[in-house]
């Protein structure tokens, strides 16, 4: 059975136009499709050519110093636009062929036509807020557990709409407008994380937040309910989610 693997990475700020971003943390997870469980993991900090590129301090943690001492080649939110393509330079730079997946997932292209603005808009940050998940600590491997709850919450309000709508509002929150670091080179370092995986203009969330809360549990009593009567991936069909 073929597994999903959500990845993350951290980079350095690009400086100037046509600069490129170098990759200096890389964390991942292998989750089982059926029940979205985490089954291992892997993170690593990467030293860029030039040590000079990261920033002396960070908010993230990730210091000067400590990537300074990491490996120059290790061994997604928005993945498709970025996270993928600074994977293949990291191989290029060492003239060996980047790995290629069966499937590429990249849950901000799942989220903006089904999800919207719901919460306001589709930065990871801006979701783990909306359902109470904390803050996004722009760390490789804490960013991608972050993800796979996101989008195991943003599906269980996607299955309780559909089965539910004379109750819960429908999902005319429309679709928000991509923003990509390529579109912001103004990005300061620290923050170029957050930027890329923004999305949009913030509008009201349609749920209380007490109410949200309920409607969460809720989910999760359907999905242990189903549990060895039907495969996930069938369950959250109306949430149109696809699996690799």
């Not at 110093?65 to 993928?84: L, Q, Y």
């Not at 429309?174 to 890329?196: I, L």
């Not at 549990?227 to 109306?238: M, V, Y």
């Amino acid at each position: 059975m073929a597994e999903l693997v959500f990845f993350d990475i951290e980079t350095t700020a690009a400086v100037g136009r046509g600069q490129r971003f170098w990759v200096v943390e890389f964390g991942s997870i292998v989750v089982c499709p059926k029940k979205l469980v985490e089954v291992e993991s892997f993170c690593s900090l990467i030293r860029p050519p030039d040590i000079s590129l990261v920033a002396p301090t960070r908010p993230s943690g990730i210091t000067r110093e400590a990537v300074a001492a990491a490996p120059m080649v290790w061994v997604g939110h928005n993945i498709k636009r970025f996270d993928c393509h600074r994977i293949k330079e990291a191989f290029a730079d060492i003239g060996r062929p980047p790995p290629e997946p069966i499937g590429v997932i990249d849950s901000l292209e799942v989220l903006t036509p089904e999800f919207g603005r719901r919460a306001g808009d589709l930065k990871m940050a801006t979701l783990a807020s909306y359902f109470g998940l904390g803050q996004q600590k722009h760390r490789s491997l804490d960013d991608v557990r972050l993800n796979l709850e996101v989008l195991k919450h943003c599906a269980a309000v996607l299955l309780l709409e559909s089965k539910l709508p004379q109750i819960l509002p429908g999902k005319d929150h429309g679709s928000p407008s991509m923003v990509t670091r390529s579109k912001a080179n103004n990005v300061r370092s620290g923050e170029e994380e957050t930027s890329r995986k923004s999305l949009g203009s913030s509008r009201a969330a349609p749920y209380q937040k007490g109410r949200l809360g309920k409607v969460i549990e809720r989910a999760k009593e359907a999905l242990r309910g189903a549990e060895g009567s039907q495969p996930l991936n069938g369950l959250l069909r109306h949430s149109r989610l696809l699996l690799r």
